[in-house]
């Protein structure tokens, strides 16, 4: 959908004003791109010129910071087939190449650090390890049960994440992102429902937060006063004896003791993958679609009303009317796009001359729940692929066939490995 002259002159304003973090960095503008897992790294684990490209062309679309799909903290543990891995200084010269040309046209690029805890399929990983032995449900045999971390393998792993974003920065990356949304291992710790533990690391909120809350302050430590640190965080699991909204908001506040620069709100896990089974047809920009476009809006509100640290909403988002409404409402500073950007890599500055109001409205499913979930991520990181070998998005991909690659990739995997 095309704008009118005086809607894409307030939307200029409201999503083309520029923001100063609190860490002193200013970003040109309100859009981010969210991290998708691009399953683009070499046998090393490392960036391979696809996935350069990728970046290089997504740096050309208007983007304020590009935000990396999970960049691995252990190549053993890894999210998914090829992902990236940045354990030491061996991954320097690739990374200075990948931030270098992404960030060639002036958008950032910035780390996404994660470890996957049990969500690992079996295939992809040598090490499942998480804070109990909680299986995943609804998977079947493709998720295997993970062993329980012992209490004294936990502090090298909070190293690691402080490691690979100390690497980040020196490789040149403008930020880093600690992922601890969408049930991965720092979500994992934080619900109680996965972290069965009787040590410090479970139980009460105090001890289910320390893993993330250690990790953002030896990350600020080592990384300095003047670098964007974002933390991603489920507003809830949307799933009962789960992390709620209200342990949520608690965690909010410590993460704002802590110096976040960034808070980024998403909701959901592999489970109840909430954060991707909606989303794929533009809203009116009505009230009620507004909501309904915007995942996490209510919460986001509410957090707006805690805490002066800097928000960013992603899940949903597709009309301008509502990322600029919500802006210039300021119940949040920054609009987080996944999806739409895998289609159309200029949409960020479609929206921000006036040359498009909506999001393309795309139906990648095949009317099975649990294989569309999968569907979801495998149709995009097709589009992904073909920007990253030089092509444009094309919306005709066939949903079947991005399955069978998708599943052929996990189950013909082999492990990550330790050296
Ligand atoms: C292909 C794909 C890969 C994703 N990979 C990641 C990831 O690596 N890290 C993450 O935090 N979220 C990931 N997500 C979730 C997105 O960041 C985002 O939260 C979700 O897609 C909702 O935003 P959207 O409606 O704009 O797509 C992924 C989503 C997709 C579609």
């Not at 489970?271 to 909501?291: D, K, W, Y």
């Not at 509502?322 to 289609?343: E, H, W, Y």
Request: hydrophobic share 40%; aromatic share 6%.
């Amino acid at each position: 959908m095309t704008a009118t002259a005086s809607d894409s002159l307030n939307i200029r304003e409201i999503l083309g004003a520029p923001f100063t973090l609190p860490c002193g960095v200013t970003l040109p503008n309100r859009i981010i791109k969210a991290a998708m897992t691009e399953q683009l790294a070499d046998a090393r684990f490392q960036p391979t010129e696809e996935l350069i490209r990728l970046y290089e062309r997504w740096g050309q679309g208007g983007t304020a910071v590009h935000l990396t799909g999970n960049v691995m903290v252990d190549r053993r543990s890894l999210e998914g087939p090829r992902n990236v891995a940045v354990e030491d200084e061996r991954d320097l010269p690739q990374l200075r190449t990948w931030a270098e040309r992404a960030q060639a046209n002036g958008a950032q690029l910035w780390m996404q650090i994660s470890h996957p805890g049990r969500q690992t399929p079996s295939r992809v990983s040598s090490e499942i390890v998480a804070p109990s032995v909680v299986p995943l449900k609804g998977y079947g045999p493709l998720f295997r049960a993970p062993r329980a971390l012992d209490a004294g393998e936990i502090e090298p792993l909070i190293e690691r994440f402080v490691t690979t974003a100390a690497i980040a920065r020196e490789a040149g990356f403008g930020g880093v992102q600690i992922h601890s949304a969408h049930g991965y291992l720092l979500s994992q710790f934080l619900s109680p429902r996965t972290n069965l533990r009787t040590d410090e690391w479970g139980g009460s909120l105090e001890n289910r937060m320390r893993f993330l809350l250690e990790t953002v302050r030896r990350t600020r430590q080592a990384v300095g006063s003047g670098y964007p640190i974002s933390v991603k965080l489920n507003s809830a699991d949307f799933q009962r004896g789960g992390f709620s909204e209200e342990e949520s908001m608690l965690v909010v506040h410590a993460l704002e003791r802590e110096g976040v620069d960034l808070l980024e709100i998403s909701g959901g896990n592999y489970e109840n993958p909430m954060m991707i089974q909606r989303g794929e047809v533009a809203g009116s920009g009505r009230e009620s679609t507004r909501l309904r476009e915007a995942f996490y809006l209510a919460y986001a509100e509410k957090v707006r009303a805690q805490t002066p640290m800097p928000l960013m909403l992603t899940g949903g988002l597709r009309t301008a009317a509502t990322m600029a409404s919500i802006v210039a409402q300021n119940k949040v500073d920054f609009v987080g796009l996944a999806r739409p950007l895998a289609i159309d890599p200029d949409f960020s500055r479609k929206l921000l001359d006036g040359t498009l109001s909506s999001a393309l409205p795309v139906n990648v499913r095949l009317g099975v729940r649990q294989l569309d979930d999968m569907l979801q991520s495998m149709w995009y990181q097709q589009q992904m692929l073909r920007m990253g070998k030089g092509l444009e998005p094309d919306l005709k991909v066939s949903r079947l066939v991005s399955l069978c690659k998708g599943l052929y990739n996990v189950l013909g995997a082999r492990s990550g490995r330790a050296d």
